[in-house]
């Protein structure tokens, strides 16, 4: 099992450009969570999904969209990054609620220009 | 909203020296999980307490949970340079979402 896989790795943008982050579970897991983690302040939660179809927010969601169409993929959307956005991005898994492991994949180091 | 303090920010310690963060809440929890991230990776689920004044070992590491339910320590007795890394402490807030302490980063020296 490939776990929690990301894409892409970096990305450079420029202040107004979009972009789109991929997560993929093969576990088979019901949740899905995006994180942002900056430098002293932990992980914050962006968006998560409690099953295929669903989404809410977390946390910080203000400038960032998600869907989850199959239940393997989530995806994080940025429709006009800004320098603010600039961020290590992580994506999480669980199997369910009452056991709440998350598994983690090894994120997107994305930096806004 | 539900917030969880971690104590301390950072800490340097000697190779072989112990080593101690704390989680606090000001709620009570209905569990509290630990991860490690060691540098340049992503947080790696060590445990999850549940019961009020749980304590359970893995190896060197020592996690206890509060009698309250509101706080909880990670304690590691005899640092290795293995040990570097951020430490992390995550709550439920109900519902789906985890709350994550702002870390502990340890540092040890050979």
């Known amino acids: 099992n490939a776990g929690v896989t990301q894409t892409p790795k970096f990305r450079v943008l420029k202040t107004g450009q979009s972009m789109t982050l991929l997560c993929a579970q093969d576990?088979?897991?019901?949740?899905m969570y995006w994180y942002r983690q900056d430098p002293g302040m932990g992980l914050r939660l962006i968006h998560y999904?409690?099953?295929?179809?669903?989404?809410a927010k977390g946390e910080v969601p203000d400038g960032y969209n998600v869907s989850r169409l199959k239940k393997q993929n989530f995806l994080l959307g940025l429709e006009s990054a800004a320098p603010s956005q600039t961020s290590v991005y992580f994506c999480?898994?669980?199997?369910?609620?009452?056991?709440?492991?998350?598994?983690f994949g090894p994120g997107t180091r994305l930096t806004v220009l | 909203g539900q917030q969880v303090m971690q104590i301390p920010q950072y800490q340097h310690v000697q190779e072989g020296e112990d080593f101690t963060t704390y989680c606090n809440s000001s709620?009570?929890?209905?569990?509290i999980q630990w991860y490690k991230q060691r540098p340049g990776g992503h947080p790696v689920f060590l445990i999850q307490?549940?019961?009020?004044?749980e304590v359970k070992k893995q190896k060197r590491l020592t996690f206890q949970f509060g009698e309250a339910k509101k706080n909880s320590s990670l304690h590691i007795t005899a640092t290795q340079t293995t040990d570097v890394g951020t430490y992390f402490c995550?709550?439920?807030?109900?519902?789906?979402?985890?709350?994550f302490g702002a870390g502990t980063r340890l540092f040890v020296k050979a």
């Open positions: 999480a898994s669980s199997l369910r609620q009452g056991y709440n492991e998350q598994f």
């Open positions: 576990m088979n897991h019901e949740y």
């Open positions: 999904s409690v099953g295929e179809g669903t989404t």
């Open positions: 709620t009570t929890l209905s569990n």
């Open positions: 995550a709550v439920n807030t109900g519902g789906f979402k985890t709350i």
């Open positions: 307490l549940v019961k009020s004044g």
